[in-house]
């Protein structure tokens, strides 16, 4: 079956541009996870959904990051006045629960490469 | 607070060679544990898991066995091939759901 997709797979943009990345999880999962993959911080989690509500967004780096999902389903990830140091590969994953459990494996999709010049 | 420690890589080993990534964890209660892998220019996949103490993950050839006495899940396999060299990653199931990731352990495997 389809598994997590993300789009764009490549991102480059010059500092201080906005940018949308978008995850389209596994048909059916209500949880959903953003995290991000740098050289200097390696894999962090940035941001939780259970539906369409985010009960833990603690790993936000700044105000500059927001994230919502619709419907259940699509998230997007935007990161408003764009720095050199948000330069990274982001990291959708999804899953059938969010609880402990048989549900709670978490599928990654293959990733947005960020680039800020 | 939740954290991974997984040894510092690379690891460089020969076809066939027995592999062992130590990974231990300080946590809240038992998580589920993971591990993880990349391979050159793919996503992340699941490799195995375990859910309690003493559960024992096992896939392609690799196992790893959730120790509480130890607060470990060394990843392991006995005779590792070229096609395994990847980075491997360690990780844990906060309660909030999140996973928390050790730094990643690259593996080069040589003919």
């Known amino acids: 079956g389809a598994g997590v997709s993300q789009s764009p797979s490549n991102k480059v943009t010059e500092k201080g541009k906005d940018v949308e990345l978008r995850c389209d999880p596994i048909s059916g999962h209500t949880a959903l996870y953003w995290y991000r993959q740098s050289l200097g911080q390696g894999l962090e989690f940035l941001i939780y959904f259970q539906g369409n509500s985010a009960p833990d967004k603690s790993g936000l780096p700044s105000d500059r990051f927001s994230a919502e999902r619709t419907g259940g389903s699509v998230s997007t990830l935007t990161i408003q006045r764009t720095q050199q140091e948000d330069s990274a590969v982001y990291l959708c994953?999804?899953?059938?629960?969010?609880?402990?459990?048989?549900?709670?494996?978490?599928?990654f999709g293959p990733g947005t490469r960020l680039t800020v010049l | 607070g939740n954290s991974v420690t997984q040894m510092e890589g690379p690891v460089t080993l020969s076809e066939e060679a027995f592999l062992t990534i130590n990974c231990t964890y300080t946590a809240t209660g038992y998580p589920s544990l993971f591990w993880y892998v990349q391979y050159p220019g793919e996503g992340l996949q699941l490799l195995l898991k375990a859910t309690k103490a003493d559960d024992k993950g096992s896939n392609k050839g690799f196992e790893a066995t959730y120790r509480k006495e130890t607060t470990s899940f060394h990843l392991e396999k006995g005779s590792v091939q070229v096609s395994d060299s990847a980075v491997y990653f360690c990780?844990?199931?906060?309660?909030?759901?999140?996973?928390?990731f050790g730094q990643g352990t690259t593996l080069q495997v040589k003919p």
């Open positions: 994953a999804s899953s059938f629960l969010s609880g402990g459990g048989r549900g709670d494996t978490q599928y």
């Open positions: 990780a844990l199931r906060s309660n909030t759901g999140k996973l928390i």
